[in-house]
């Protein structure tokens, strides 16, 4: 049974602080996502890494930063937190290939930048 | 306009209702995922299709890849299907493996 876990399921933050969000998978994926989620927005990619210390910016990357040094954790990274990265963030991981394949989602990390 | 858009935005029904979800895109892809959402955040993947038609209980989801358009149907509707449903699109241009998603339906099944 796939399981992707997040670090912390709710946060608190201030602004201007630093804040990790960090993700771990134990299904060797090579495929892992950072999505934030927001009313109305839907789900956004902001980071993809697919292989150890490989990223690619998503559509929104702008604020954020991401490191892989082991196939199993993908963090997420707010260099200086603000309000407006208050936000349900999400990870996923999945296989790599030609086909589509599923990709299993964390339990979520709500997040509030005060 | 989204490249995904999916309908209704929120939907009520009673327990035993048959339910549509339908979802447009307008972009060519390789496949196409219905995904669940419960409060609190979790989602699990219900479908993955590229053609025709998949059941799964009281699930089911249909594609016409010509029409850019599928559906999600709940037969016999229970209190615990009440979530979001989001539509997902992996397009054949671009990056491998990543997904453009809908905004979702809100579903709310009452007894």
């Known amino acids: 049974d796939v399981k992707v876990t997040q670090s912390s399921r709710y946060l608190v933050k201030r602004t201007g602080e630093k804040v990790f969000l960090e993700c771990v998978q134990d299904?060797?994926?090579?495929?892992m996502f950072w999505y934030r989620q927001d009313p109305g927005l839907g789900l956004r990619l902001i980071y993809f890494?697919?292989?150890?210390?490989?990223?690619e910016k998503g559509d929104i990357p702008e604020g954020y930063s991401v490191s892989r040094e082991k196939k199993e954790r993908f963090s997420l990274i707010l260099e200086s937190a603000s309000t407006n990265q208050t936000s349900m963030y999400l990870c996923?991981?999945?296989?790599?290939?030609?086909?589509?394949?599923?990709?299993?989602f964390g339990p979520g990390t709500r997040l509030t930048v005060t | 306009k989204n490249e995904v858009e999916q309908s209704p935005q929120n939907l009520t029904a009673q327990e035993g209702e048959f339910i549509t979800i339908n979802c447009s895109y307008s972009?060519?892809?390789?496949?196409l995922h219905w995904l669940q959402q419960h409060p609190g955040g979790g989602i699990v993947s219900l479908f993955m299709?590229?053609?025709g038609k998949k059941k799964h209980g009281r699930l089911i989801a249909t594609i016409n890849i010509q029409e850019k358009h599928s559906s999600l149907h709940i037969t016999a509707s229970h209190p615990r299907d009440s979530a979001v449903y989001i539509c997902?699109?992996?397009?054949?241009?671009?990056?491998?493996?990543?997904?453009?998603f809908g905004t979702g339906t809100r579903l709310q099944v009452t007894l």
């Open positions: 996923a991981s999945s296989l790599e290939g030609p086909s589509s394949y599923e990709q299993y």
């Open positions: 299904m060797d994926h090579e495929n």
């Open positions: 890494s697919y292989d150890v210390k490989m990223k």
């Open positions: 972009v060519g892809i390789s496949a």
């Open positions: 299709l590229s053609s």
């Open positions: 997902a699109v992996r397009p054949l241009t671009g990056t491998a493996s990543k997904l453009t």
